[in-house]
């Protein structure tokens, strides 16, 4: 892929919905019960690989000492809801990387540094230098494997109003499988190149 793709201004409510299961709530109700899901998933016997996208879900991951040791990747842009905050990771990851990502958009070499993230099995974080990290949970799903169980991808829903529907806030849970994977291909059509 040459280009970086954007979201067409006609498609964006659709890109506002959530990819797979909504745990709606405050942010202090919806880590317990993700905490609470994931405690009970482990005793599947299956392991368990974690991708967050956005600052406010990396946070509260991250303070959470049993999310904290599944997580392999955040994404942040040390913004929310357009005002600067500080993410507290201390030595967490052993890699740290830095990307452009304008706005409404998903930067072309984002692929590739997922794909090698994922593939060196380090704790990595991505940080937005310039832009936001919204869409990229997009590529980031595209790059995650699914050979094996235990894949999930989070980020953080935004509470949307609109005269059509209603999304409460909360964090979104992405079972990463190949049903996923094709929603986020379809979505990814749509985008055009710019």
């Given amino acids: 892929m040459k280009d970086n793709l954007k979201v067409p201004q006609?498609?964006?409510?659709?890109?506002?919905e959530p990819l797979d299961i909504l745990i709606a709530?405050?942010?202090?109700?919806?880590?317990i019960q993700v905490e609470n899901i994931f405690?009970?998933?482990?005793?599947?016997?299956t392991s368990?690989?974690?991708?967050?996208?956005?600052?406010?879900?990396?946070?509260?991951?991250?303070?959470?000492?049993?999310?904290?040791?599944?997580?392999?990747?955040?994404?942040i842009d040390e913004m929310t809801q357009?005002?600067?905050?500080?993410?507290?990771?201390?030595?967490?990851?052993?890699?740290?990387?830095?990307?452009?990502?304008?706005a409404g958009s998903i930067n072309n070499e984002s692929w590739e540094i997922f794909r090698t993230a994922i593939a060196s099995n380090k704790k990595t974080l991505i940080k937005v230098i310039?832009?936001?990290?919204?869409?990229?949970?997009?590529?980031l799903i595209q790059e995650i494997p699914i050979e094996d169980q235990g894949h999930f991808a989070f980020y953080g829903q935004p509470p949307?109003?609109?005269?059509?529907f209603v999304i409460p806030?909360?964090?979104?849970?992405?079972?990463?499988?190949?049903?996923?994977?094709?929603?986020?291909?379809?979505?990814?059509?749509f985008m055009k190149q710019n």
């Avoid at 996208?53 to 303070?63: M, N, R, T, W, Y």
């Avoid at 357009?82 to 304008?102: A, T």
Wanted: contains cysteine; proline residues 3%; glycine residues 6%.
């Fill in 10 to 16: 006609k498609n964006r409510r659709s890109y506002a």
């Fill in 130 to 139: 310039e832009g936001e990290e919204d869409l990229l949970i997009l590529p």
């Fill in 48 to 75: 368990l690989n974690f991708y967050i996208v956005g600052d406010i879900v990396a946070q509260d991951f991250l303070s959470n000492p049993f999310l904290k040791q599944f997580i392999k990747i955040c994404v």
């Fill in 25 to 31: 709530g405050s942010r202090e109700d919806t880590i």
């Fill in 82 to 102: 357009r005002n600067q905050i500080n993410v507290e990771f201390g030595d967490f990851f052993e890699v740290v990387v830095e990307l452009k990502n304008p």
């Fill in 169 to 189: 806030e909360g964090i979104v849970i992405v079972n990463v499988d190949k049903n996923i994977k094709d929603k986020v291909k379809r979505a990814l059509a």
């Fill in 39 to 45: 405690r009970d998933f482990l005793k599947s016997g």
């Fill in 160 to 164: 949307i109003t609109d005269s059509r």
